[in-house]
């Protein structure tokens, strides 16, 4: 016997979310975006990065001496604000499997932490960077 409704391992589900067009569906994945953004500002880290991309971002425009430069400089800054927010779905999603403790989950964890240091030293030195170009 088949149930009434399909199911999501059912071929024919239909997700009637995915039957959005144009510009409902641009309004919808825009709230989305706002809804992640408010569930990373309630994490420390993000909340520090940008309040600290709040005095980096318009100091790169004076930094910059040209285009490039400022492109390298904001795009560092947003780089590390996009990896925290990674970082931050990859911790959710695993918290949301279970509180035990697992050698997978401490591996997606340490490897979404690393990718976040990994875009804190590319920040830090693209900005040392310009820094030593524009006074050293």
Do not use: Y
């Amino acid at each position: 016997m088949t149930p009434d409704r399909p199911t999501q391992s059912d071929p024919t589900f239909d997700n009637p979310h995915k039957r959005r067009h144009g510009l409902v569906r641009l309004w919808h994945a825009l709230r989305h975006s706002f809804d992640g953004l408010r569930a990373g500002w309630a994490e420390k880290a993000f909340r520090l990065e940008a309040q600290l991309s709040l005095v980096l971002l318009p100091l790169a425009f004076w930094l910059g001496r040209s285009w490039v430069e400022v492109a390298l400089l904001v795009g560092s800054v947003v780089a590390v604000l996009v990896v925290e927010l990674l970082n931050t779905a990859v911790e959710s999603a695993i918290d949301r499997v279970g509180p035990q403790w697992h050698a997978l989950s401490k591996r997606a964890k340490d490897l979404g932490s690393a990718a976040v240091l990994l875009a804190l030293l590319l920040c830090g030195g693209v900005w040392v960077a310009a820094l030593v170009a524009r006074f050293g």
